[in-house]
């Protein structure tokens, strides 16, 4: 029995020869990892195909389903949606490839989760979108975001008080006016940042929030911090650095 899903390219790894492994999140069954043979080839048809298959691609496909099978297979897929710029461009390119791999961390069980799916799709889509003011910031947003879907979101901060000294405590995912006694956290206005980024409603309000680079920086390494002590086993992301060193 096949199903109609749609699928949002994570990682695809070979297998065996002409063979790959390309895992997928779906909007029906979740993440999954389908097999797909005879697709490494010089031939112009199999190459298309690949070419579909790359990370963050968004596909139309007909699939084979079983519960019980850890690998399922792709009966046909089309492209779902076509991106104008996030593969021609270096910057947008290594930051979606920079969500995949967290999205391949975060996600561990095959359940189904359709928002999940469209707030991934729609930040594709405004990524594929945007100016370099909302490029710039989105990753953070993305950041902010997507732990909403998973139970570990930092809460909003209360309203300051005039000369209120506010630290975000990453470990308890609170905005806190005590400096904690680890040492995961930030302050200043790295907290003050993040507050402001959490009253985003829409990726195209990013252009208001002004910040320098080094700003950015610090706070994409720390909303990983964030990852790490809240997902077991979260590990490294290869692709932040890849995407560290194009933003220079």
């Known amino acids: 029995m096949t199903h109609r899903v749609r699928g949002l390219v994570l990682r695809t790894i070979p297998y065996g020869e002409t063979s790959v492994v390309a895992t997928i999140l779906t909007d029906q069954f979740g993440i999954q990892s389908y097999l797909v043979n005879g697709i490494r080839t010089t031939s112009a048809k199999r190459n298309e195909k690949a070419i579909l298959l790359r990370p963050s691609h968004v596909l139309d496909m007909e699939v084979y389903h079983r519960d019980a099978k850890s690998l399922n297979r792709i009966r046909e897929a089309n492209w779902g949606k076509l991106y104008h710029h996030i593969s021609g461009d270096v910057i947008k390119h290594s930051i979606a490839l920079l969500w995949m791999e967290v999205l391949q961390h975060v996600i561990r069980e095959p359940e189904p989760n ?34 909403r879907f998973f139970g570990f979101q930092l809460e909003q901060p209360e309203p300051l008080k005039e ?86």
């Open 163 to 248: 000369h209120e000294l506010t630290i975000l405590d990453l470990k308890e995912g609170v905005f806190t006016d005590a400096l904690p006694l680890h040492g995961y956290y930030v302050e200043g206005s790295l907290s003050q940042l993040t507050a402001e980024l959490l009253k985003v409603m829409q990726p195209y309000e990013l252009s208001e929030i002004k910040m320098n680079r080094d700003a950015r920086r610090k706070l994409l390494e720390a909303y990983l911090l964030f990852y790490a002590l809240h997902v077991q086993d979260f590990g490294k992301l290869k692709s932040l650095d890849v995407l560290q060193e194009v933003l220079g």
């Open 114 to 147: 359709s928002e999940l799916f469209d707030f991934c799709e729609d930040c594709l889509g405004a990524l594929d979108d945007a100016d370099d003011a909302v490029t710039a910031n989105l990753s953070l947003y993305f950041l902010l975001q997507l732990p």
